[in-house]
């Protein structure tokens, strides 16, 4: 790999590193491309060098967004087993923790835009539809042996929607909703 290669790759991670954080902050709509140049520390000039449209970059700051995401969880799990949470509690309290409420910006990026999605072009659903079958498998491989899979949509649902609503009531309510959630699912499918 060359120096220039080098350099170009590090500045792509730059670029989806800032829109990874923006999309989940403010929406596909509400961040520009000069925005999050700017967060990442270059001009809006260089964005075409990178990336073939915004779409293109929306849809692998998605997919970016998911794997960090994903990648943490896995981390923040395996930290809780290793302290004798089954993977399903590990993953409730996780998910739900009282910290995604002010942290959209490094939260699940599901949670944070499926309102989204529909809305749009295809190329950024299908990056946004594929991390949304990520987490419905990820809920898949933690739930209780013997538990229906098919169950994994319903808790996948149930954990976006709570933390949905749970920012959206902010504050004391938004931590009461979450501690609600994560109770009733764990005393559904963890006992």
Partial sequence: MSATTSRKELTHDRILDAASRAIRRAGYDGVGLATIMKEAGLTHGGFYAHFASRDALLAEATQRAGRDTGAVLVDRLRQAQ???????SALVHTYLADAQ?????CGCVVAALAS??????EEVASAARARVLGLVELVRRTLPAGADPAQAQVVAATLVGALQLARTLQGKAGRAWLAN?????????DT
Avoid: C, T, W
């Avoid at 290793?82 to 399903?88: E, L, T, V, W, Y």
């Avoid at 409420?101 to 910006?105: F, H, I, V, W």
């Avoid at 959630?181 to 499918?189: F, M, N, P, W």
């Fill in 181 to 189: 959630v994560r109770d009733k699912l764990i005393h559904q499918y």
């Fill in 116 to 121: 989204e999605i529909p809305r749009q072009s």
């Fill in 82 to 88: 290793a302290q004798g949470m089954s993977p399903f």
């Fill in 101 to 105: 409420l002010e942290n959209a910006e």
